[in-house]
């Protein structure tokens, strides 16, 4: 599929229509350039070395197409060279009728990912022997051109932003609430600054995302998605208040975390897991709790769809959405996004740990947020939107880049990026290891 979609891009490249549209012309092949990057860049992703093919394939002549792979620099070279090539032919903005399209930050937002998964251990030294040792920084001069590329895109457009988030209590997945998930996927237009690139807001998808995910047990609905407790454990416990307020790690060990263990956490907890106890709804006559409990309705063994780990998903899902059946679904304009503002801090921050370690000033200029210069900066920044507290002062490189690898399992789980994140530090082995849910055992009931 990727090889044959790379095909159709050289063929609209090396064949553009009418030229007398210039500009729609120049927009038209500057789209093409960075389709035929981010193809490409998933073929590297899975794949990783790949036969570049920049001009129509002659599919009569077999033997032209048995052509030995390139090498992962050449392959980075041409990517980052059809990046630069599509941020030159594309406007800053579409307009409304055109959200979500391929934009100038769209394609920088792609040369941002890829020096950034170039600087990674797996695509450092001896690709053949499976790149640097993990924990390592390699070659700085490749995270230096993954951070000088992450604020390249950062700096471009003030247009996209990290949209602060203004509600903290229910609802937490309500589309024009200022809450998490309206923020980061549910409010598909010109409104939503984080999102840089996705399908276009459509009603195509509305509701299916709701009853594939929403518990099983509730009418119509088959709760596909189960979060493992390793995921729910991620999310950070906030204790204190005032100068005194600071985020600790989850610890079952601990009485006070174990005794409550879904108080006081992360906001991004309450807008991504569906855990027992949890009330789901915006309206009172139809909102319900989610039972996980053994016998609980929603943990029901016989049914086959039940969750397995007593836990079930809910990022991208509208509370407005109860049950698959007339009078309690909603129509929500979605999108399904590959880029957003977020992703960019991260990359930056992670690319600068590495190049300059966790305090060192980014020599070349801040960015336009807050005058962040240094992977503190920006990982604080990320957590500021969500007003979570900022992180413990004193850290040294290899503890920065842990917080690092935390806060992009937290920010932009069920979005794609934690397999591959794993790949490209080279730690797999994660993969394979034991996933763990929760038992509750009921001992009695309160009122509710």
Partial sequence: MFLSNVHKSDLLI??????????ELTYFEGQTYFWRGLLQFWLL?????????????????????????????????????????????????????????VDRTAAQALKSRVLLYYASPLYQGNWEGWGAPKNTTGDVQRWIDAADAAREAINDNDFYQLTKVTQFGRPYSYNKSGSYNDVVVLNANMENKEIIFATGKTTYYSGRNEFYSLPAGVDGCYGYTNPTQEMVDEFEVVTGTGSDRKAVPFDWNNPEHAKDPYANRDIRFYSSINYNGKLWG??????YYIDTYEGGVHRNRLLTNSTKTGYYYCKFLNESYYANKTGYTTTTSRQRHEFRFAELVLNYAEAMNEAYGPYGEDPKGALRIDGINTAEGAINAVRARVDMPPLEKGLSKDQMRDKIKHERWVELCFEGHRFYD??????????????????????????K
């Fill in 45 to 101: 992703r899975a794949y990783g070395r790949f036969v570049i093919s920049t001009v129509p394939e002659d599919p009569s002549d077999p033997q032209s197409l048995l052509r030995p792979r390139n090498t992962i620099d050449e392959c980075v070279a041409q990517i980052v060279k059809d990046c630069d090539a599509a941020r030159d032919s594309l406007p800053t903005l579409w307009d409304e009728a055109n959200w979500g399209r």
């Fill in 14 to 23: 090396d064949d553009p229509s009418d030229p007398t549209k210039a500009k």
């Fill in 422 to 447: 794993l790949r490209r530090w080279k730690e797999g082995e994660k993969l394979g290891e034991p996933i763990h849910g929760v038992v509750i055992t009921p001992t009695g009931f309160d009122s």
């Fill in 282 to 287: 915006t309206s009172s006559s139809k909102a």
